[in-house]
């Protein structure tokens, strides 16, 4: 369905219960809500699913602003307020979708339930991690910056949540791909190490690794991510888990 909303042209489908937990999908860099297509049926049997596409991307149209994080957290706010959804939300960010969801918490906290990284990008990833990866994998990170704002923006995304990180008491889940593509065993136990740091930065932080997975978790263990995030949801609403 396309919404109208202030700043542009958005589609976007609910799925699942109108009285249900909500949660929100929000896809990597240059994604589009497809990404999500495998599990979000699953979900919907325990939450109110959102998924969406972000500005100039799938079916929602482009917009002349900058393609930074809080431009994008601006926008997925007008989105929420002009579908009426009801808050708290989950919300789910996948890669480069972690800065965001990340980043919308920091500014509305008020608005979040609890927050879902799915291998996620960490903010001092350019500076922590990349320089150990070979010269090949530098030159190809760098030039897909095409369908979403630049290099330059997608840097300052970075340093956006390094300056104004989520509240350390937002309850949040870390889930990490054990087996990336182009990863030698060093790299990996780097990445798995990243991942464990982001899940320190809140109070009430998990982590789980998915031993076998590449980096779309979703894609590769649909089962096993739904029955985490379906976990956490029921831990938030105070009930069994672990199941």
């Not at 109208?4 to 219960?17: D, K």
């Not at 896809?27 to 969406?52: C, H, M, Q």
Request: charged letters at 30%.
């Amino acid at each position: 369905m396309i919404y109208e909303t202030n700043l542009g042209r958005r589609y976007a489908q609910t799925a699942g219960p109108e009285e249900g937990t909500v949660v929100v999908l929000e896809a990597g860099y240059g994604n589009d809500s497809d990404v999500w297509s495998g599990v979000a049926g699953l979900l919907a049997k325990e939450a109110r699913v959102i998924t969406y596409d972000r500005a100039g991307i799938g079916r929602s149209e482009a917009v002349k602003s900058r393609r930074t994080s809080g431009e994008m957290v601006e926008e997925l706010a007008e989105l929420l307020r002009e579908m009426d959804v009801k808050t708290p939300y989950v919300l789910v960010g996948h890669s480069f979708g972690g800065i965001n969801v990340r980043l919308f918490a920091a500014r509305y906290p008020e608005k979040v339930a609890g927050l879902v990284l799915v291998d996620a990008t960490p903010e001092m990833y350019q500076e922590e991690f990349l320089p150990h990866m070979p010269p090949a994998f530098r030159d190809a990170y760098f030039k897909q910056f095409t369908r979403e704002g630049n290099a330059d923006e997608f840097r300052e995304s970075l340093e956006q949540i390094r300056s104004n990180p989520q509240p350390p008491d937002i309850p949040l889940l870390v889930l990490c791909a054990g087996r990336k593509d182009h990863y030698s065993i060093e790299t990996q136990e780097r990445w798995n190490r990243l991942q464990r740091e982001l899940a320190l930065t809140s109070t009430r932080g998990e982590f789980i690794l998915f031993q076998e997975s590449a980096h779309f978790i979703q894609h590769d263990a649909p089962d096993e991510f739904v029955r985490a995030v379906g976990n956490f949801i029921k831990k938030l609403r105070g009930g069994n888990h672990d199941e």
